[in-house]
C-alpha cells in the first residue's frame, strides 16, 4: 500500500496521467468508489492539492488520495442530479401541468429557492413562455431551459405575485375608502405607488369620491357577497384576490362565484380620468378667462355693429325728410312761444329782477348756513379727512417722483427742501467717517498684531530647537504689552506738523499732488487694471492687499465699494481679453482677477455669508457621528472583515487585499455600499437646498463678478455655448467661493471649534464626499473609469446640474453697482464728504516707483492725465523725506509702516466760481443748486414761469434766513465734511440774481444740447428729481452703514483682544523658558557678577573658534587676548579684544544672531571687521560656558 501511495505522488510530481491512474487503479492500493470516467479529475484534485500544502509538506498519504477520491464523486454525483433535476423540470413544462412543473421545481437537487405552492401556475406559465422564445430564438424546436434561465423565471414569478398581491391590496383599500365616505382617505390610498393610478391631482379628491361612489353604486348588486374578485395584469392572465383572507392565487378557485360589485383598477383609473380631466378643463377655463371675456365682448361688439349699420342705412335712406320736416314744425311753433314770453318779460322787467335777486339771496343764504352748521358739527372729521387727504397727496407727489421718468415741476418743488443738509446730516456723516477710519486702523492693528504673533512662534520654535535666548522674542513681545499699545497705535500715525503734513509750500503741493494721483487710480481703474498684468504674478497679490485695498478702504462704504468693483470688472475684462484663449481657461487657470475677488470676499462679510448658508448643514454633518459615507468598496470590504472578526472573535476566511471588482461580489459591501450612497445623496441634497435657497446671502460683489465674467465670456466667445459659459461661472461661485468652506469649516470659522481642537478624519472625510459630488454636478462631470461603482449617481448629478444652472443664472440677476450704491457721474461733486484713504508711507512710495516704470505701459498716450500728475510729483521722493527728520531719527520704528491720511481731490475736476466757465459738469451742477433754491421760494408750474417772476420781499427774507441757516450750519463743520467750494459761491445771493444766473445757465447748456427749451427744460427738472432720489436713499443707507459699521468694529476689537491674550500667553511661556535657561542661583550667588573668559587668539585657533585675522600673521596670535564677558541680560556678550595688553577693539554679541546666523547656514562671520570665527563652535563654546544645561 505504501509504496503504490508513493508511486501517485511520485506521477503527481511528473504530471504523468497515465502513470496516475495505473496506480490509483492498483489494487495494492486499497481506494475505494474510484471511478474510470472521472480519472482526469482525480489527477487535477490531487495536483491542485499538492500545490496548496506548499513546498515541504506536498506528499499525499493515503487518507489524503481516499478523501479526494470521495470529494470529486460526491461533486461529480451532485452535478449529475442537478442535470437530472434540469431535465425533469423540461419534461414537466412538455407536459403541460403545473403540478408537475412544481414538484420539479421543488427537487433539492435543482437548489431553487423561494418555490411557492400558490404561484406554480405562474411558475409553469412563464418558463413555458421562455421555453418557446427560446426555441424561436435558436431555431431548435427541442431547446431546453437551463438552471439559470429557470431560476430567473421562479424569480420573476415570485416578483409578479408580488406586485400583484400589493396592487390587489391597494384596490380593496380604495375600495373600503370608498364605502366609507371619506374623501380625504380615498385621495391618499389613490396616490398608492402599488396601484399606479395616472393623474391623481390632491385638489380633486371630493370629485374622485363622487365619482368612484356613482361607479360603486352602479355595480352594486343586493345578493352579491362573494370574497373572490378578479384582477386583469397587464400580460393578458387573471389573479384572484379573496378580500376577507387577503391572499390571492392565479388560477380561479373552483366552484367560487367572483364579486362583481367590486371596482377594479381599469374602473377606478376611468373614474379618475375623468374627474382630472374635468378638473384640467375648468383650470384652463379660469387660465384663460380674460380671454374668453375678450372673445365673447368682440362677438357681441360685431353684433351691435351690425345692427347700428342696418339702423344707420335706413335713416340715411328715409329719415332726412322726416326730420326736415318736423324741424321746420318744432321751430315755427318754438319761436312763436318764445315771442309771447318775451313780450311779457319786457312788460314786467322791474319785478323780474327784484323777485329773482330775492329768491337768488334766499338760496345762497340757506345753503351756507346749512354748510356751516354740517362743519361746525363735523370738525375734528374735517380735519381727519383734510389730513389723509394731504397726506395722500403726498404719497401720490412722492411716487411721482420716485417711479414718474419726467415728474412735474410742482412734485420737485415739494420735496426740494430735502436737498438742504441739515446739521444731523453733517454729524452723522463726521460719525461715518470716524467710524471707517477706526476700522480701517482696526484692521491694519490687527494685521500687524498677527504678523507679530508669527514671528514670536517662529522664534519660540527655534528657541525649543536650539536653546536660544529670549532676548529678542521678549523685544519684540514688548509691542504687545497693554501698557505700549497707546504707543504702538500713536507710532501707526505721522506727526500732523511734520514730513508731508507739514506747513511749508513745497511740502503742500507734494501732499496735494500725491491726493489727485490717488484721486485718479481710484476712480479710473483701468489704470491699476493694467498695472496689475505688468507685474510678477507672485507680487500681484501682494500689491493688491496692501495698495489696492487700502486704496479702497476695504470697500468700508458705498463709494469706495462701488469703486473696487469696477477695478475688478475691467481687471477681469482685460485679462478674459488678453490672456483666455478659450473659456475652459478660467477654470484650468488660476486668473489673477479671480483670485483676489475670491480672497477678498470670502474674508469679512464674506465669512458670516458662508457661516449663514452652510452652517447648519455643516454642523449637522460633524453632530452626526454615525454617518458613513465611505463609497470605496475596497475600504467597505475591510471594514465588514474587520467588523466580523470583532464580533466573532475569530479570523475571517476571506482574504484582506483584494480589488474593488472583488470587494464587490460580496453582498454586504453591496449593501453597505448602497447605504453609503443613500446617505451622501440625502446629505448632498442638504448642501445643495442650502446653496441653492441663499442666493441673496452671497455677497453682492461676487455676484457681479460673476455676471460680469458670464457676459465677458459671452462677448469673446459667441460661438461657446451656455453650458460652457455656465461652467466657467459655476467653477467661480462654487468650487472657488463655497467648496474651500465645505471641505475645510474650521478654516474659515464656520463652525465653533474649542482651542486646539480640529476635524475628525471621519467628519473631514464626509464633508470631502459631498464637496467632491457637488463639484461633479457644478462641472456637469459625470463618474466613469475608476469610479464605475458611482456611475449610479450620473442621473443625480445631471439633475444637480441642471438646479446649479438655475442657481447660477438667479446668481447672475444683480442691478447694476450705479443703481445698487446709487452713485453716478455727480456723486463725488454733490457729496457732503471728501473721500479719504489711509495708508502707509511704504505703500505710497511703492506704488509711485510702480507707476514710474510701468507708466508707458498703462497710459500710451502722452497726453494722458496721468503723465501729468505723474509730473507734478517729480522724482521719487524716500521715506524719511516724507515723515520729516525727527522720526526718521528714530531707529526702533519700521518707518515704512507709518500710516498717513490722503483727503483725495480731483485735480481736473473744473468747478470754479467764474461765471464764463465753460466745463460742462460744473455749469450742469451749479444751476442744479440755484434752481433748488429758487423753487422753494417761487410758485409755478413752469421754469419759464418761475423765472419770469420778481420776488417780494417776504420770498427774500425767507431766502436769505435760509441761506444764513446753511452758512452757519457750514461754518461748525469740519474741513473734510464741508462742501465743495463750488457748490457754496452762489448761495448768498439773492434770489433776483439767482434768477439771471439761472437763465443764462440754462441758454449755454441749451447751447451743449443738455436741456430744450422746447420741453419747459423738462430734463433739468429729471435731474433735480434724481438727486432728490439719491438723496434720501443715501441717508438709509448711511443708517444702515453705521450699524454695520460699529459691529464691524466690535468684532474687531473682539479679535484685538484676543490677540493681546495670546501676546500675553506668549510672555509668560518667554519668561519661563528664560529662567530655565539662566544659570543656577546656588552656583552663581544672588547679583554675583558671572566670570570672564580669557582665550589668546592661539588658543581659539586651535579650538577651531577662530578662523583667521586678517593683516595679522599666525605666529602674533599669542600675543592678542579675547575676553567674552556675560552682559546684564542673557544672551548678550562683550568681547574685548587686546593686542599686547593694549585694549583694542569691543563689540556686542547677541546670542540670538548667532542661532539666525545658524539658521541661515552662514557658518563664518567677522569680528571687528577683521577677525574671522567660525559660528557653530563659537555658539558651542558660549552654551558649554555659560549657559545652563
Known amino acids: 500500500m505504501l509504496s503504490a501511495v508513493v508511486l501517485i505522488n511520485r506521477a503527481l510530481e511528473a504530471r504523468d496521467a497515465s502513470g496516475f491512474w495505473s496506480s490509483l487503479v492498483n489494487p495494492a492500493t486499497g481506494l475505494a468508489e474510484v471511478e474510470g470516467e472521472n480519472a482526469q479529475r482525480y489527477f487535477d484534485a490531487l495536483l491542485k492539492l499538492r500545490q496548496e500544502r506548499g513546498m515541504g509538506e506536498d506528499f499525499l498519504s493515503w487518507n489524503d488520495l481516499q478523501a479526494t477520491v470521495s470529494q470529486v464523486n460526491a461533486q461529480t454525483q451532485e452535478e449529475t442530479d442537478r442535470v437530472l433535476a434540469v431535465s425533469l423540470i423540461n419534461e414537466a413544462l412538455d407536459k403541460g401541468s403545473p403540478e408537475k412543473t412544481l414538484s420539479a421545481l421543488l427537487l433539492p437537487a435543482a437548489g431553487l429557492d423561494d418555490v411557492s405552492l400558490p404561484v406554480a401556475p405562474r411558475y409553469h406559465l412563464l418558463l413555458v413562455a421562455a421555453k418557446r422564445q427560446k426555441a424561436q430564438v435558436t431555431g431548435d424546436p427541442g431547446a431546453v431551459l437551463w438552471l439559470e434561465e429557470i431560476r430567473q423565471g421562479v424569480v420573476r414569478a415570485n416578483q409578479d405575485t408580488n406586485t400583484a398581491q400589493r396592487m390587489a391590496l391597494g384596490v380593496a383599500a380604495i375600495n373600503q375608502a370608498i364605502k366609507e365616505g371619506k374623501a380625504a382617505q380615498t385621495e391618499r390610498v389613490l396616490r398608492n405607488p402599488a396601484v399606479a393610478l ?70 377606478i383609473q376611468s373614474a379618475v380620468t375623468k374627474v382630472t380631466a374635468a378638473y384640467d378643463r375648468q383650470q384652463l377655463w379660469k387660465a384663460n378667462v380674460g380671454f374668453v371675456i375678450q372673445l365673447q365682448a368682440r362677438l357681441r361688439g360685431f353684433l351691435v355693429r351690425q345692427k347700428f349699420a342696418e339702423h344707420s342705412h335706413f335713416l340715411r335712406t328715409w329719415l332726412p325728410a322726416v326730420i326736415k320736416i318736423q324741424a321746420h314744425w318744432r321751430g315755427y311753433r318754438q319761436r312763436k312761444i318764445y315771442l309771447e314770453w318775451l313780450q311779457y318779460f319786457k312788460a314786467n322787467l322791474d319785478a323780474i329782477i327784484k323777485i329773482q335777486a330775492w329768491a337768488r339771496m334766499w338760496a345762497a343764504r340757506r345753503q351756507y348756513l346749512r354748510r356751516l352748521h354740517y362743519f361746525q358739527k363735523n370738525v375734528n372729521s374735517i380735519v381727519k379727512i383734510q389730513a389723509f387727504f394731504r397726506a395722500r397727496k403726498a404719497q401720490d407727489d412722492y411716487r411721482i417722483l420716485v417711479h414718474a421718468p419726467h415728474p412735474p415741476l410742482s412734485v420737485v418743488r415739494r420735496f426740494a427742501h430735502l436737498l438742504n443738509q441739515s446739521q444731523q446730516d453733517f454729524l452723522a456723516e463726521a460719525e461715518l467717517l470716524k467710524l471707517q477710519e477706526e476700522v480701517v486702523r482696526k484692521i491694519r492693528s490687527n494685521q500687524q498684531l498677527e504678523q507679530d504673533l508669527n514671528i514670536m512662534d517662529i522664534k519660540i520654535g527655534l528657541l525649543v530647537k ?95 465699494a462701488y469703486l473696487l468693483l469696477q477695478l475688478f470688472k475691467t481687471a477681469l475684462q482685460e485679462e478674459i481679453k488678453s490672456k483666455v484663449e478659450q473659456p475652459q481657461d478660467v477654470v484650468t487657470g488660476n486668473p489673477t482677477v479671480v483670485r483676489l475677488v475670491v480672497r477678498f470676499y470670502r474674508n469679512g462679510r464674506g465669512q458670516s455669508a458662508l457661516q449663514e448658508i452652510l452652517g447648519k448643514v455643516i454642523q449637522d454633518v460633524l453632530e452626526d457621528k454615525v454617518l458613513s459615507v465611505h463609497t470605496d468598496p475596497v475600504h467597505l470590504y475591510k471594514n465588514w472583515i474587520n467588523q466580523t472578526e470583532a464580533q466573532t472573535g475569530q479570523r475571517s476566511h476571506l482574504p484582506y487585499d483584494v480589488t474593488p471588482e472583488q470587494a464587490l461580489s460580496h453582498p454586504e459591501v453591496q449593501r453597505r455600499l448602497d447605504i453609503a450612497l443613500r446617505n451622501l445623496l440625502a446629505m448632498t441634497d442638504k448642501f445643495l437646498l442650502a446653496i441653492t435657497s441663499s442666493v441673496d446671502q452671497i455677497p453682492y460683489g461676487m455676484r457681479y463678478v460673476a455676471k460680469v465674467l458670464k457676459a465677458t465670456l459671452a462677448e469673446k466667445f459667441p460661438d461657446a455655448t451656455d453650458s460652457e459659459v455656465y461652467k466657467v461661472v459655476g467653477n467661480l461661485l462654487y468650487y472657488r467661493f463655497l467648496n474651500p468652506a465645505v471641505v475645510a469649516p474650521d478654516a474659515f470659522d464656520i463652525v465653533a ?130 515723515i520729516g527728520e525727527s522720526i526718521a531719527a528714530d531707529g526702533h520704528t519700521d518707518l515704512s509702516k507709518l500710516e498717513v491720511s490722503l483727503t483725495l481731490t480731483n485735480k481736473f475736476e473744473g468747478l470754479e466760481a467764474d461765471a464764463d466757465d465753460s466745463n460742462t459738469r460744473s455749469l450742469l451742477l451749479s444751476t442744479k443748486q440755484l434752481l433748488a433754491d429758487i423753487i422753494q421760494f417761487h410758485p409755478g408750474d413752469t421754469l419759464k414761469e418761475i423765472l419770469s417772476l420778481s420776488a417780494s420781499r417776504e420770498q427774500e427774507a425767507a431766502h436769505k434766513q435760509l441761506m444764513s441757516r446753511r452758512q452757519a450750519c457750514t461754518a461748525q463743520t469740519p474741513e473734510p465734511l464741508r462742501r465743495h467750494r463750488s457748490l457754496t459761491a452762489h448761495s448768498l445771493l439773492p434770489l433776483a440774481e439767482k434768477q439771471r444766473r439761472v437763465l443764462r445757465n440754462l441758454r449755454r447748456l441749451e447751447a451743449l444740447g443738455l436741456v430744450s427749451a422746447r420741453n419747459g427744460y423738462q430734463g433739468l427738472v429729471d435731474e433735480l428729481a434724481k438727486d432728490i432720489r439719491n438723496q434720501h436713499r443715501h441717508r438709509h443707507r448711511r443708517k444702515a452703514e453705521l450699524v454695520k459699521l460699529q459691529a464691524t468694529l466690535q468684532g474687531l476689537s473682539t479679535k484685538t483682544t484676543f490677540y493681546e491674550e495670546q501676546g500675553d500667553y506668549y510672555s509668560q511661556y518667554i519668561r519661563a523658558c528664560l529662567d530655565h535657561l539662566a544659570p543656577d542661583s546656588k552656583s552663581s550667588g544672588k547679583g554675583k557678577k558671572q566670570p570672564s573668559l580669557h582665550y589668546t587668539a592661539a588658543q581659539l585657533l586651535e579650538k577651531g573658534v577662530l578662523v583667521e585675522i586678517e593683516d595679522l600673521p599666525a605666529s602674533h596670535f599669542r600675543n592678542v587676548i579675547f575676553d567674552i564677558t556675560p552682559g546684564d541680560e542673557a544672551g548678550k556678550f562683550e568681547v574685548n579684544a587686546k593686542f599686547l595688553g593694549v585694549d583694542m577693539e569691543r563689540f556686542q554679541l547677541h546670542y540670538q544672531d548667532l542661532l539666525q546666523l545658524q539658521y541661515e547656514g552662514v557658518a563664518v562671520m567677522k569680528l571687528f571687521n577683521k577677525a574671522k570665527v567660525n559660528v557653530n563652535l563659537l555658539i558651542f563654546l558660549l552654551n558649554k560656558k555659560f549657559l545652563r544645561k
Open 466 to 560: 536650539n536653546r536660544i535666548t529670549l532676548q529678542e522674542v521678549v523685544s519684540h513681545c514688548k509691542k504687545l504689552t497693554k501698557r505700549n499699545k497707546e504707543q504702538l497705535s500713536d507710532m501707526m500715525v505721522l506727526d500732523k506738523q511734520k514730513g508731508l503734513k507739514s506747513l511749508s509750500k513745497e511740502k503742500r503741493q507734494k501732499l496735494e499732488a500725491y491726493q489727485h494721483l490717488f484721486y485718479l487710480l481710484q476712480t479710473q481703474p483701468i489704470y491699476l487694471a493694467k498695472l496689475i498684468f505688468q507685474m510678477p504674478q507672485n507680487k500681484t497679490t501682494k500689491f493688491m492687499e496692501a495698495v489696492i485695498f487700502s486704496l479702497y478702504n476695504y470697500a468700508s462704504s458705498r463709494r469706495e
Open 198 to 267: 395616472r393623474g391623481v391631482v390632491p385638489d380633486c379628491a371630493n370629485g374622485y369620491q363622487r365619482a368612484l361612489e356613482s361607479a360603486m353604486a352602479k355595480k352594486q348588486r343586493p345578493a352579491d357577497t362573494a370574497f373572490w374578485v378578479q384582477h386583469d395584469m397587464k400580460d393578458g392572465t387573471a389573479y384572484y384576490f379573496h378580500l376577507q383572507t387577503f391572499q390571492g392565487i392565479w388560477e380561479q378557485p373552483p366552484g367560487c362565484p367572483l364579486n362583481t360589485s367590486h371596482l377594479t383598477r381599469e374602473e
Open 753 to 882: 471649534m474649542a482651542a486646539g481642537g480640529a476635524l475628525a478624519a471621519p467628519q473631514r472625510h464626509a464633508l470631502g464626499a459631498v464637496a467632491q459630488l457637488l463639484q461633479h454636478a457644478a462641472a456637469g462631470k459625470a463618474f466613469s473609469g475608476q469610479s464605475q461603482h458611482l456611475r449610479v449617481l450620473n442621473d443625480y448629478l445631471e439633475e444637480t446640474h441642471l438646479k446649479f444652472r438655475k442657481f447660477i443664472h438667479r446668481a447672475c440677476q444683480v442691478p447694476e453697482p450705479e443703481e445698487r450704491f446709487a452713485v453716478d457721474e455727480y456723486s463725488d461733486m454733490v457729496a457732503v464728504a471728501k473721500p479719504m484713504v489711509y495708508i502707509t508711507v511704504g505703500e505710497l512710495v511703492n506704488t509711485h516707483r510702480l507707476l514710474l516704470e510701468h507708466q508707458d505701459c498703462i497710459a500710451p498716450d502722452h497726453q494722458d492725465p496721468l503723465h501729468e500728475l505723474l509730473e507734478d510729483l517729480g522724482e521719487l521722493p524716500t521715506i524719511p523725506d516724507l
